[in-house]
C-alpha cells in the first residue's frame, strides 16, 4: 500500500482534555491512513511547520520538529523500500566468488602441456627442454621410463591438483608438463624436396591439432603459419595434435605471401584448396618439392595467398556435402599427395 507523504499538525485531542504545559507538547501526525501514535516532544524541540506541495496539486502546512541545534537526521527507511515482516528471515548476500585464475595462461618463459600421448611425446623429443612434470602416482608408473630418461623434476600430487592447473574440463590424464616452447625453424632451412603444409590464418586449435597429426603421419617436414592469428602451440593444441607437435617442425611468419613468395623461390610447388576451384587435386601436379596451402572454414584462402599460388584445386567428393573441416581436408589431400609422390618413384 503506498503511503502518501504525511502532513503535520498539534493533535487537538490534547487541548481539549485540559492538558498542562508539558501535554500541551505532544503531537501526532495525520495521513492517509489515520492518526498515527503521539510522542512527547524533547526538551529542546520545537513544533515548526513548513508548506509542503502535495502530489495532486495543493499546499499544505507540514510540520516536523528538530531540535534547535541540529537538523533531523535522514530517515531510515527510504521511500519505497521493501518492509521486513515479521518472522521473515533474511538471507545473508552471498560473497562475490574470486575470479579463478588463468592458470592455463602460459608466460612468455614455458608453455603447459597435458594427456599422456602429448606429455609422453615432449618427454622423448630432445629438440624440447623440459621444466617440471606434474603427474598422479598412476600416470608416473606408465611413463617411468620415458622420465626415468630425461631426469627432469617431477610432483606427484593428486588429479585435483592437476586440474587447477589445466582449462576447465580439460582431460589431463593425470599428467601436465611445464616446457620451453620450441624454437621455430626458418624457410631457409626446408628440405630441398620437402613437403610442407601451409596455414592461412587458421586459429581454432583443436583444427590446427588435427593437421599437426595428421602432418606427422604423413612424414610432412614443415608447417609454414603466420605468427599473428594462429593458436598457440602449447596446451589444447598439443593435445589435439596427440604427440604430433613434437615430430613436425613449426615455421612462423609475419607475412604470409612474402613467405609464399620465398617458397617459390626455393622451387616448391604451391596448391591452394578451393572447393570452388575448377580442377580436382587428382588432376593436379603433385611434385616434390610440395607445398598444401590451407585457408579457414568460414571464408578460405585470403585474396593474396591465392595470387601466390601456382595451383588450385578442390577435392573431389561425390556426396551432397561438398565441403570439409579444414582438418579432414587436409587428411585426404596429404592422402592423394602421398599416393601421387609414390607412383612419380
Known amino acids: 500500500m503506498r503511503i502518501k507523504r504525511a502532513t503535520g499538525q498539534i493533535c487537538s485531542a490534547a487541548r481539549l482534555q485540559g492538558a498542562d504545559e508539558t501535554e500541551r507538547r505532544l503531537f501526532c501526525v495525520r495521513d492517509a491512513v489515520g492518526v498515527l501514535p503521539l510522542r512527547r516532544l524533547g526538551p529542546q524541540e520545537t513544533f515548526v511547520t513548513r508548506k509542503t506541495p502535495h502530489r495532486g496539486g495543493a499546499h499544505g502546512q507540514a510540520a516536523r520538529p528538530f531540535k534547535s541545534s541540529q537538523r533531523p537526521p535522514p530517515e531510515s527507511v527510504t521511500r519505497g523500500a521493501r518492509p521486513e515482516r515479521k518472522g521473515e528471515e533474511r538471507t545473508p548476500a552471498k560473497p562475490d566468488r574470486a575470479r579463478r585464475p588463468a592458470r592455463h595462461e602460459s608466460s612468455a618463459d614455458f608453455v603447459r602441456i597435458w594427456g599422456f600421448h602429448s606429455v609422453e611425446a615432449a618427454l622423448r623429443a630432445p629438440r624440447r627442454e623440459l621444466i617440471r612434470l606434474y603427474a598422479t602416482a598412476a600416470a608416473a608408473e606408465r611413463l617411468a621410463d620415458a622420465i626415468a630418461a630425461r631426469g627432469v623434476e617431477m610432483r606427484i600430487v593428486a588429479a585435483e591438483d592437476i586440474a587447477q592447473r589445466a582449462p576447465r574440463d580439460s582431460v589431463h590424464q593425470g599428467l601436465l608438463l611445464e616446457a620451453r616452447p620450441l624454437a621455430p625453424i626458418d624457410i631457409s632451412e626446408l628440405p630441398a624436396r620437402g613437403l610442407v603444409v601451409v596455414l592461412d590464418q587458421i586459429t581454432d586449435p583443436h583444427n590446427v591439432g588435427a593437421i599437426l597429426r595428421t602432418s606427422a603421419a604423413f612424414a610432412v617436414d614443415a608447417l609454414v603459419t603466420t605468427e599473428r592469428h594462429t593458436p598457440e602451440f602449447a596446451g589444447a593444441l598439443a593435445k589435439s595434435a596427440s604427440g604430433g607437435l613434437e615430430h613436425v617442425p613449426i615455421c612462423t611468419v609475419t607475412n604470409l ?29 603433385l611434385e616434390r618439392p610440395l607445398a598444401l596451402v590451407l585457408g579457414a572454414e568460414d571464408r578460405g584462402l585470403r585474396r593474396l595467398t591465392r595470387e601466390h599460388c601456382d595451383a588450385l584445386a578442390r577435392l573431389e567428393l561425390p556426396g551432397a556435402i561438398k565441403s570439409l573441416n579444414v582438418s579432414n581436408a587436409c587428411a585426404i589431400a596429404l592422402s592423394i599427395a602421398a599416393g601421387a609422390a609414390g607412383a612419380s618413384s
Open 257 to 285: 605471401a612474402r613467405a609464399m613468395g620465398e617458397l617459390g623461390d626455393l622451387g616448391y610447388w604451391r596448391v591452394g584448396l578451393d572447393s570452388e576451384a575448377p580442377l580436382t587435386l587428382q588432376a593436379t601436379r
